[in-house]
């Protein structure tokens, strides 16, 4: 079958062709490639040979703003235009122990920036932000539209799921680079971001680019690659961009789960916080609120956040968010109130030494085989499972230290503890210490 497309009877093989001898598509040509696959008139081989053919030839700035605007087209676009404000929204490329939203939200509300945040849930390793708060007894991540403008406009912040025909060509184009190797792809990673960002609404975005064993960037030169060229689609579409490119080479912070999760947030926010999970969520807030306006520059934006958190109106914050989705905040001065799980198992090393590198991503997969994450799409969480990070990197340790807790509610964890273990390595010397923050691109 010859697959032949509306304007001038384009023809998908040839503009494979075209990709594949380093050619540019047009926005016409790009429009049509979305709307036939989309609609199942480009069969998936077709669509998978020109995916293979960007992998390697790539796309230029103008290419992937309109790969972009495609998918947004392509589905529901969320209108916030009866919020009052400038909507700032922050979107993370993902990470083993990342909580940054759930401290971010309050703190960015609580300066009066409007947060209107669309998430998802999770796949893989632990769940999303939804499912986070859906740890909380009570927590409705599914408020009506009027209720989740009103919310941002009396208390400055909302989360809703996604809506299921948000940016619907992303997500079948996802799936194919999914089984065609052709995922970790900059130009692709960036349009699929960047589009579920803009079809959510928001005015200004910051990008927390992770980087390191758990993320999909492995180097610091491929997380600026990916973050320069959100940041030129943030540009080309005339949304205030910022991507900082964050530390992921071991769990940010110390909890890895779902509603320890939510445990380690309330300690961030009072104050009592790991340095790093403080400093990148601080971070990322900081940014949030210059980009609305709230403040002129970075380091005054973030002493003002560190006073929130100091005066305890940070929590405060948190605990209103709470009750607006209709959760019960007891848990927030009662932690034991959140889901527990009936088994606690200590990991100790059986090495001397330094930990000089934890496999972030090995922690994720042993976080889901404990309960906490989804293998596939329809699995249910455990919110009580998960990883407590007892020893990060840097850390001088002997034998027999427990290094690592396990917490889950299945009788069978040998999988999990094993890989707990091989992913932690050791040094006899005090490893390079390492940064939090490596970049900002403005
Ligand atoms: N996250 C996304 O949303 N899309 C990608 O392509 C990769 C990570």
Known sequence: MVVVMGVNNMRMVDLIQKKKLGGKLSRDEINLIIKGYT????????????????????????????LTLAYVDSGDKLDLSAIKGVKVDKHSTGGVGDKVSLIAIPLVASVGIPVAKMSGRGLGHTGGTIDKLESIAGFNTNLPGDKFISNVNTYKMAIAGQSANLTPADKKIYALRDVTATVDCVPLIASSVMSKKIASGADAIVLDVKVGSGAFMKSISDAKELAMTMVGIGKSLNRKTIAVITDMSQPLGNEVGNANEVKEAIEVLAGKGAKDLTTVALTIAAYMTVLGGAYPDFEHAYSKLEQLVMTGKAIEKFKEFVEIQGGNPDFIDYPGKLPQAKNHIE??????????????????????????????????????AGLTMIKKIGEKIIAGDAICILHTNLDEYEEALAIVLSAYSFSDNPPRPINYIYDVIH
């Open 347 to 384: 990991v100790k090393s059986s090495k001397c030494g330094y930990i000089a590198a934890i496999d972030a991503e090995a922690i994720g997969v042993a976080a889901m085989l404990l309960g906490a994450g989804r293998k596939k799409k329809d699995d249910l969480i455990d919110y009580a």
């Open 39 to 66: 609609s199942g008139e480009v069969p998936d081989y077709q669509m998978s040979a020109l995916l293979m053919a960007i992998y390697f030839i790539g796309m230029d700035e103008e290419e992937i703003a309109y």
